[in-house]
């Protein structure tokens, strides 16, 4: 599958790496369709690029390279509609904001994005009874070492 991107240009996308958010994505209700474009081998950051607007471009991150700490109870209504079991688990991302300067960056814990990938279906879900927000120090304890030192 062919999309635009205003970030990445053309891609060419196999049909694996499209997942389906059948609600959209809280703000953004008729976004149904995001390409999952890996950052790099290894790397726990990735982008969700929507396939029809050019524009719409969200970083991600699993959450447990920098926060393992994080938790939550995924409910079973939540469970069924994404089609996760404990035969087929979740994959667990959180949208990243950037900021300036980078140790300030933070990450949404408070609505998580599951993703099913034996179905490419996602959904972002938004946690209650949680001490969880919006806001979370990405780098809590700091940049990590490569990023201090140019990546070296």
């Not at 929507?50 to 447990?64: G, M, N, R």
């Not at 209504?77 to 667990?92: A, C, L, R, Y």
């Not at 904001?97 to 599951?114: C, F």
Request: glycine residues 6%; contains cysteine.
């Amino acid at each position: 599958m062919k999309i635009q991107s205003t970030r990445f240009g053309e891609l060419d996308i196999s049909i694996e790496n499209i997942l389906k958010f059948d609600q959209g994505i809280p703000g953004f209700p008729n976004e149904n369709e995001f390409a999952f474009l890996p950052y790099e081998a290894g790397s726990p950051f990735a982008f969700l690029q929507s396939t029809h607007d050019t524009d719409l471009t969200f970083l991600i991150v699993e959450p447990f390279s920098f926060l393992p700490e994080y938790t939550f109870e995924l409910s079973d209504e939540w469970s069924k509609e994404i089609g996760v079991s404990t035969k087929n688990p979740p994959q667990i991302f959180n949208i990243v904001s950037i900021k300036e300067p980078l140790q300030q960056s933070t990450v949404n814990l408070l609505a998580p994005v599951i993703v099913n990938w034996k179905d490419c279906k996602a959904k972002q879900i938004i946690l209650e009874k949680v001490e969880y927000t919006t806001k979370h120090l990405l780098f809590p304890n700091g940049l990590p070492v490569q990023a201090t030192q140019g990546g070296k």
